[in-house]
C-alpha cells in the first residue's frame, strides 16, 4: 500500500467505495458485463459476510456502500470483487473471441486501487445513496433512476429485489469483546 494512502478499518463504518475500470474503459458497457459483476459481488456478500446498502454499476466505474465486513475488511473484498468478476469475464471473452488477446496476455480490468469514504453519519449515508442512484440519470443513461437496473435504487423505491440482497443486517453478528480477568 502507498505511504500516504490510509484506510481506516475495524470502527463498524460504512465505507462509500468507488472503482474504476482501467482508463475509464467500458469494461462494464454491456448488460451482461453488469449483471456478470452483480453476480460477483453477491457472492463475495455471502464469503465475506457484509452488508450491501447501496451500489450503482456504471459502464466504466462502480460504487457500493457496504458495512465492514465479518471476514476480512473491505480491501480484501475489493481484491475478491475485481479478481472475481476479471477472471470471469476474461474467460468469457476469450472463449467467444471478443478480445484479440493470445491466452498468455494479460489484460488489465481496473485501476489498482479504490476510493474509500468512512460515512459516520445518517445524514452522509442517505447522500451517498442519493449520489449513487442520480448517477445514471447525471450522465444521461437514463431519464430516471428507476430505469437503470444495476443499482439498489428500485429496492428503496419499491422494496423489489435484485440480483445483490440490500440492506440485510441479519447476515451480521454481533461481536463481543473477551475480557481479561485479574
Given at each position: 500500500m502507498p505511504k500516504n494512502?490510509?484506510?481506516?478499518?475495524?470502527?463498524?463504518?460504512?465505507?462509500?467505495?468507488?472503482?474504476?475500470?482501467?482508463?475509464?474503459?467500458?469494461?462494464?458497457?454491456?448488460?451482461?458485463?453488469?449483471?456478470?459483476?452483480?453476480?460477483?459481488?453477491?457472492a463475495m456478500r455471502k464469503k465475506y459476510v457484509f452488508v450491501v446498502v447501496g451500489y450503482v454499476v456504471m459502464p466504466e466505474h462502480f460504487h457500493l456502500l457496504i458495512s465492514e465486513p465479518q471476514r476480512a475488511d473491505p480491501s480484501v473484498v475489493m481484491q475478491a470483487i475485481k479478481i472475481g468478476f476479471a477472471r470471469r469475464l476474461l474467460a468469457t471473452t476469450r472463449r467467444s473471441k471478443q478480445l484479440c488477446?493470445?491466452?498468455?496476455?494479460?489484460?488489465?480490468?481496473?485501476?489498482?486501487?479504490?476510493?474509500?469514504?468512512?460515512?459516520?453519519?445518517?445524514?452522509?449515508?442517505?447522500?451517498?445513496?442519493?449520489?449513487?442512484?442520480?448517477?445514471?440519470?447525471?450522465?444521461?443513461?437514463?431519464?430516471?433512476?428507476?430505469?437503470?437496473?444495476?443499482?439498489?435504487?428500485?429496492?428503496?423505491?419499491?422494496?423489489?429485489?435484485?440480483m445483490v440482497r440490500v440492506n440485510d443486517w441479519t447476515v451480521l453478528k454481533m461481536r463481543t469483546r473477551e475480557r481479561n480477568t485479574f
Open positions: 494512502l490510509k484506510r481506516y478499518y475495524g470502527a463498524g463504518d460504512l465505507h462509500y467505495i468507488t472503482c474504476s475500470c482501467y482508463h475509464r474503459r467500458p469494461w462494464l458497457g454491456s448488460a451482461r458485463r453488469r449483471d456478470l459483476f452483480l453476480s460477483v459481488l453477491e488477446l493470445p491466452t498468455n496476455t494479460p489484460a488489465h480490468i481496473w485501476q489498482r486501487r479504490f476510493y474509500d469514504f468512512n460515512v459516520w453519519t445518517e445524514k452522509k449515508r442517505i447522500e451517498k445513496l442519493r449520489y449513487m442512484h442520480r448517477n445514471p440519470v447525471k450522465r444521461g443513461l437514463v431519464a430516471e433512476p428507476d430505469q437503470w437496473r444495476w443499482s439498489s435504487f428500485r429496492f428503496y423505491a419499491y422494496g423489489e429485489a435484485g
